[in-house]
């Protein structure tokens, strides 16, 4: 299995940029997919952004693409969210999540990824 471990998070004002970074350990980490989700509060996790274990294919939320990018380094065991053009909307607790399935394709169902950071908050303010 894996540990994730998210940093990065903080207050911000709106316009302003933030870059996420989730660690991880134990496993392989060019063996996982991964992820990373959002929750604001009396709101449902939802999917931000996704990349393939090589870091070749991305997937975005349609609404963030273009402000958010997603990228990992495999020889430094970390995935990255780079957020920028920030917005109060943008405020929620960032969570990455690992994916040990080989499924390359999409998946932003929260219940598709086995292991789970504890999440880092981001506060936008307007």
């Known amino acids: 299995q894996v540990q994730l471990v998210e940093s990065g998070g903080g207050l911000v004002q709106a316009g302003g940029s933030l870059r996420l970074s989730c660690a991880a350990s134990?496993?392989?980490?060019?063996?996982?997919?991964m992820g990373w989700f959002r929750q604001a509060p009396v709101k449902e996790r939802e999917f931000v952004a996704r990349?393939?274990?090589?870091?070749?294919?991305?997937y975005y939320a349609d609404s963030l693409k273009g402000r958010f990018t997603i990228s990992r380094v495999n020889a430094k065991n970390t995935v990255y969210l780079q957020m920028n053009s920030l917005k109060p909307e943008d405020t929620a607790v960032y969570y990455c999540?690992?994916?040990?399935?080989?499924?390359?394709?999409?998946?932003?169902?929260?219940?598709?990824?086995?292991?789970w950071g504890q999440g880092t908050q981001v506060t936008v303010s307007s």
């Open positions: 990349i393939s274990r090589s870091g070749g294919i991305v």
């Open positions: 999540a690992a994916d040990e399935s080989r499924y390359s394709g999409r998946r932003d169902d929260s219940r598709e990824y086995d292991y």
């Open positions: 134990g496993r392989t980490f060019s063996s996982y997919a």
